[in-house]
Every structure is written in C-alpha cells, then in structure tokens.
C-alpha cells in the first residue's frame, strides 16, 4: 500500500467540502492544545498517546511543527497498518495495534493524551475506567473531541447528510433522529459503540469526576451554542492535589 493512498476511511472524511471542513476542526483545536502545552513546557518534547489513531493524521499534523514522541493506539489492522506505512521510518513515531483498554500502562508513559471522534466507540464503562486511569496519571493534558448526538445538532446533521449522500445519518431512523433532537434518549436504544444514543453530556460528568475541564471546545467556531455543535472537544489537566 502506498504511504500517500487515501484509506475508506478518509474517504468518508473527505466526502465534501463541508465533511472536510467539519472533520478538520478537531485538528485545529489540536494544534491550539500542543502550542499552549509546548509553550508551557519550554519546548521539551512532549510524549503524546492518541487513543483511536487511525492512520495517525494527528502525528502527521503534529510532527513537523513540535517536538514530539509519539504512540497510537489503533484496533483496526488495517489503519494501524497505513499509519506504520506513512510515518513507520520516523524516529519518534510508534503504533500499536490494540484496544486502549489492553494497554492502559501507556497512559502512564505520556504527557499529553488525546482521543478525537474516538471514546463514543468505545462502552461507557470502559471509557469510564480509562478516564479514570488517566485521572490517576502524573501528565500534563487531556484531550478528546466527541460528535454532538442530540438536541438540534443532531437533526441539522442527519438531515444535511441525507441532502448530501454522506452515510453517517444511516445508523439512525428518522424517529430515533426525532427522539435524540428532542432529547429524549430514553426512547432510542442505549449506545454502545456507534453514534446513535451517545450523551457527551454523560461524558462531561465522567471526566468531571477525575480531571478538571479547562475549556469545552465547540464547532466549527467557538462562539457556535453547544446545542447546535456538531461536535464537542475537552481540555482537561490532572486534579490538583490537597
């Protein structure tokens, strides 16, 4: 597989100009994340975990603006396998082929952790025992975007995904659409692993409760209400000890 090649994946990414757009915000706010951190650190190279890789656009992003040493954690074969195709000959560069859930030690190895579109595909009582881990851990940051899943945003979403033929509006009927806009979650089937039923709000008081919340990051600009978002991201740092 050539390193430049375009996964499915991507693909879907970039399936418009508005797809692309919305998808490039989390990198952004990314960016904001690790000049701040590296500023605070005096430029010493900063150890960063992402959790849910992929083809590990974040090191690409990444790696020629900070020093960094980096390690993702992918479960699927075949992103783990482009990410060690493009960025494999880079010194500072690892991924792992795993769930984070088998390799929590490598929380404790990094400065910085990040999950972007990643934890509401992961069980919440999984993501609540890797918050919690990561509360524990002696690092500087915590950051995660997550995809906004009710109140108006979802509806804005699934219709103009329907009005564009992008696939995400698919995982839901358009009563579940109705239900998750109004927010009445309790009548659209619990969430495990996709989008469909997924609170962030439910994940603000799990990290509430292990981390302190610097900044909620909204999308695709930060004065946009959180009702209409389409996605959600947390700055989060260790709570201060007593």
Same mark, same amino acid.
């Given at each position: 597989?050539?390193?430049?090649?375009?996964?499915?994946?991507?693909?879907?990414?970039?399936?418009?100009?508005?797809?692309?757009?919305?998808?490039?915000?989390?990198?952004?706010?990314?960016?904001?994340?690790?000049?701040?951190?590296?500023?605070?650190?005096?430029?010493?190279?900063?150890?960063?975990?992402?959790?849910?890789?992929?083809?590990?656009?974040?090191?690409?992003?990444?790696?020629?603006?900070?020093?960094?040493?980096?390690? =993702? *954690?992918?479960?699927?074969? %075949?992103?783990?396998?482009?990410?060690?195709?493009?960025?494999? #000959?880079?010194?500072?560069?690892?991924?792992?082929?795993?769930?984070?859930?088998?390799?929590?030690?490598?929380? #404790?190895? *990094?400065?910085?952790?990040?999950?972007?579109?990643?934890?509401? /595909?992961?069980?919440?009582?999984?993501?609540?025992?890797?918050?919690?881990?990561?509360?524990?851990?002696?690092?500087? =940051?915590?950051?995660?975007?997550?995809?906004?899943?009710?109140?108006?945003?979802?509806?804005? %979403?699934?219709?103009?995904?329907?009005?564009?033929?992008?696939?995400?509006?698919?995982?839901?009927?358009? $009563?579940?659409?109705? /239900?998750?806009?109004?927010?009445?979650?309790? %009548? *659209?089937?619990?969430?495990?692993?996709?989008? %469909?039923?997924? #609170?962030?709000?439910?994940? $603000?008081?799990?990290?509430?409760? /292990?981390?302190?919340?610097?900044?909620?990051?909204?999308?695709?600009?930060?004065?946009?209400?959180?009702? *209409?978002?389409?996605?959600?991201?947390?700055?989060?740092?260790?709570?201060?000890? #007593?």
């Amino acid at each position: 597989m050539s390193g430049h090649e375009e996964t499915r994946y991507e693909a879907r990414l970039n399936h418009s100009a508005v797809t692309r757009f919305l998808h490039s915000v989390r990198y952004k706010n990314l960016l904001g994340v690790v000049e701040a951190l590296s500023g605070f650190r005096g430029g010493k190279p900063i150890r960063i975990l992402d959790i849910g890789c992929g083809s590990a656009r974040a090191f690409g992003l990444l790696d020629p603006r900070f020093a960094i040493d980096y390690v =993702g *954690v992918e479960m699927r074969q %075949k992103l783990c396998a482009v990410a060690r195709d493009r960025f494999g #000959d880079r010194p500072n560069f690892r991924a792992v082929r795993n769930i984070i859930g088998n390799r929590l030690d490598l929380i #404790d190895q *990094v400065d910085l952790v990040i999950a972007l579109e990643t934890l509401e /595909h992961i069980p919440a009582d999984q993501v609540a025992v890797l918050v919690e881990h990561i509360g524990r851990a002696e690092i500087d =940051g915590f950051y995660c975007t997550v995809p906004n899943e009710i109140g108006p945003a979802i509806a804005v %979403k699934n219709l103009g995904s329907a009005m564009i033929g992008y696939r995400r509006h698919r995982e839901y009927s358009w $009563q579940d659409t109705f /239900h998750s806009a109004t927010y009445r979650l309790d %009548k *659209v089937a619990p969430h495990r692993t996709g989008h %469909k039923g997924f #609170d962030w709000r439910a994940l $603000q008081r799990v990290i509430a409760a /292990h981390l302190d919340i610097q900044a909620v990051h909204r999308s695709p600009y930060g004065w946009v209400p959180r009702a *209409v978002s389409p996605s959600i991201g947390f700055y989060c740092t260790p709570r201060a000890m #007593d």
